[in-house]
C-alpha cells in the first residue's frame, strides 16, 4: 500500500472514532434527560392513576392480540 493511503485510512479511522465518541456523549445526555423527565412525570398529581389505565389498556389489547391469534 501507498503511505499516502494509509494516511487517508488512518484520517478516516479518526474522524469516525470522532463521530462515535460525539455519538457517545449524546447517547448519556439522552439518557440522563430521559431519567430526569421520567422522575419529574412521577411527581406528577395523577401519575398513579394514568399508570393504571395504561396498564389496563396494554392488558386488554394483548388479550385481543392472543385472541386473533387463535
Known amino acids: 500500500m501507498k503511505e ?3 494516511v487517508m485510512m488512518r484520517n ?3 474522524s469516525l472514532t470522532r463521530i462515535v465518541d460525539f455519538m457517545l ?3 448519556e445526555n439522552t ?4 431519567v ?3 422522575q419529574l412525570i412521577k411527581e406528577m398529581p395523577g401519575y398513579e392513576h394514568a ?3 395504561i ?6 389489547e394483548l388479550k385481543e ?6
Do not use: C
Request: charged content about 45%.
Open 25 to 27: 456523549t449524546e447517547i
Open 51 to 53: 399508570i393504571s389505565l
Open 12 to 14: 478516516k479511522i479518526e
Open 65 to 70: 392480540k392472543e385472541e386473533t391469534e387463535e
Open 4 to 6: 499516502n493511503e494509509l
Open 55 to 60: 396498564s389496563e389498556k396494554a392488558k386488554e
Open 36 to 38: 430526569g423527565v421520567y
Open 31 to 34: 439518557k440522563t434527560m430521559s
